[in-house]
């Protein structure tokens, strides 16, 4: 069939998408043949198209690039999946990678270091940002690193993956219903996590929830001041 390494792009932001393209084009045996800005339409190009690698975004409009991975490794576990986002939070990384991805790479990072990271995960490996491996790799472990300025909470670890995403959106100050409808689910499912998520790390309000969150590196609290 060519020979063609296949690849579909998951990002709501059309000029980068246009940018990926330039720069996967630079090698002749990568070929983008789908692209979307949405994430149900990220999964149903994914069935369709079949592609050996798809390039996700986390922050998608309808829902999370971490579902929309989990959504496309359910389906086609043969199909890679590269996180390139703006996001760098371990919390983000460890979920993305549960998930079911096989590389992490910040958009600010290089093009040729774009295209290592393509190279190597279509090579069937793993592929960090060198800046956070360590940290990610100890977590996918099953050993809490914190964070500098965090320190280790248990707690945390006993969240579902879905607790824990839906914990970092309400301390980024979504509001469920904006959650419900990034995740494709009912605002009184997002109310019954944001409640089981209280219980089990012992917080009573939201404000605590925040100061929790600010506590063990999912935000930063400076995003909260006045």
């Known amino acids: 069939m060519g020979g063609k390494k296949t690849i579909l ?5 059309t ?3 246009e940018g990926l393209k330039a720069i996967i084009g ?29 390039l996700v975004d986390i922050s998608l409009p309808d829902r999370s690039g971490i579902d929309v991975t989990r959504e496309i490794k359910r389906s086609l576990p ?11 939070k371990i919390e983000y990384i460890v979920n993305a990678f549960r998930a079911g991805a096989t590389g ?23 592929f960090l940002d060198s800046a956070v491996s360590q940290q990610v790799l100890a977590r996918l472990s099953g050993i809490v690193l914190s964070p500098p ?3 280790p909470d248990a707690a945390y670890e006993t969240l579902t993956p879905r607790e824990q995403e839906i914990l970092a959106l309400l301390a980024e100050g979504h509001p469920p219903r904006h959650i419900a409808e990034r995740l494709s689910i009912s605002p009184k499912t997002v ?20 100061r ?8 930063d609290l400076d995003l909260w001041k006045e």
Do not use: W
Not at 78 to 88: A, N, P, Q, Y
């Open 191 to 210: 109310e019954n996590h944001r409640s089981r998520i209280l219980q089990k790390l012992g917080l009573r309000s939201s404000l605590e929830l925040i």
């Open 78 to 88: 043969r199909t890679s999946v590269l996180i390139v986002t703006m996001h760098s």
């Open 26 to 54: 630079r090698n002749p045996v990568y070929e983008v043949i789908a692209e979307t800005g949405r994430g149900d339409e990220a999964i149903r190009l994914a069935r369709e198209f079949r592609p050996r690698l798809a």
């Open 9 to 13: 792009l998951v990002d709501d932001h």
């Open 15 to 17: 000029l980068f998408r």
């Open 212 to 219: 929790y969150a600010a506590r063990v590196g999912i935000i």
């Open 149 to 151: 300025g965090t320190r």
């Open 104 to 126: 992490f790479v910040t958009k600010d990072s290089a093009p040729e270091r774009l295209l290592q990271a393509i190279e190597i995960v279509l090579q069937g490996e793993t």
